[in-house]
């Protein structure tokens, strides 16, 4: 089998963005900018190849899961959208798993966890 | 013998700075023992065999500025790969992301998908981490075949399993 050269080229950039972010401090800036790079050279294998396929399946996951990871939870909703399309069936749980984990992420932002404070003033 | 400096021998399709990273952790992890021209105890599918492994020698100050639990890691991975190369010939596809019960995905002269899963240790217990990790790559087995590879730097030792139909 002789291996795509651009999605060869992709495997070795993601394989490297992977390790690198991997020494990054978990959810620094550092490492949420490596994951949405991540998420983008995912994305790309995910449009070179068949959803039903193990380096597809691995592809549309990992775009989400990558942009969860990066904090961006627009974009992983926006691709479990897409991805859904035409996921076969063990492809769409996984992806309908992480979706939920995006739906909970944009609650937070949406339901800010604000409560009241009581406090007493007194005459000085 | 197997010169782990030169891990794109095996896999030149491993991107250079990453291949230079896990060769320099392999060498800061082997030489807290031993030195360049060791023999590694390898057991291949249950055969023993004894494998040579060179590198460029490292110095204290090397060592100095490396965290000792990613230099024994990343220095596992090196091993690993360096010998699912030399003994499988499987070829590197990708690296896996967290959370996928595995770490490298590779591609063996059939073209059949490999899902491994590396640990590496310094001088901590052998056998319970190999229990642990055949778990993990079990759970991996959608993405292929399962195989795990352990080392330890003691020795140093290390064991590669699986890959295969018949495991």
């Excluded at chain 2, 063996?108 to 899963?117: F, K, M, Q, Y």
Aim: charged residues 30%; hydrophobic residues 45%.
């Amino acid at each position: 089998m002789t291996p795509d050269p651009t999605l060869q080229n992709l495997n070795a950039r993601i394989s490297e963005e992977i390790f690198f972010a991997g020494r990054a401090a978990q959810g620094s800036m550092e490492a949420q900018s490596a994951y949405l790079r991540i998420s983008a050279l995912e994305e790309q294998i995910a449009r070179l190849t068949a959803p039903d396929a193990v380096d597809g399946a691995l592809a549309r996951v990992g775009a989400v899961s990558a942009a969860l990871r990066a904090g961006d939870w627009l974009r992983a909703a926006r691709l479990v959208d897409e991805f859904m399309e035409d996921a076969p069936a063990d492809v769409a749980e996984e992806l309908r798993a992480l979706g939920r984990e995006a739906d909970d992420a944009a609650r937070v932002v949406q339901e800010p966890d604000v409560r009241p404070v009581r406090f007493h003033l007194e005459a000085a | 013998m197997i010169d782990l400096g030169d891990l794109r021998s095996h896999h030149p399709e491993l991107a250079d700075a990453l291949a230079r990273a896990l060769s320099h952790h392999a060498a800061i992890a082997l030489q807290r023992r031993h030195h360049s021209g060791v023999e590694l105890a390898l057991s291949l599918d249950g055969e023993e065999v004894r494998v040579t492994l060179t590198w460029p020698a490292t110095t204290n100050a090397d060592a100095a500025m490396v965290d000792a639990k990613r230099a024994t890691e990343e220095g596992a991975e090196c091993i690993a790969l360096a010998l699912v190369g030399r003994f499988r010939r499987w070829r590197i596809e990708r690296r896996l992301q967290p959370g996928e019960s595995a770490d490298w995905l590779l591609v063996n002269d059939a073209g059949e998908r490999i899902v491994l899963e590396i640990s590496g240790t310094d001088d901590g217990p052998f056998e319970a981490r190999l229990r642990q990790k055949r778990g993990q790559a079990a759970l991996a087995a959608a993405r292929g075949l399962p195989a795990v590879s352990v080392v330890r730097f003691l020795e140093p030792r290390a064991l590669l399993e699986g890959g295969s139909h018949d495991s």
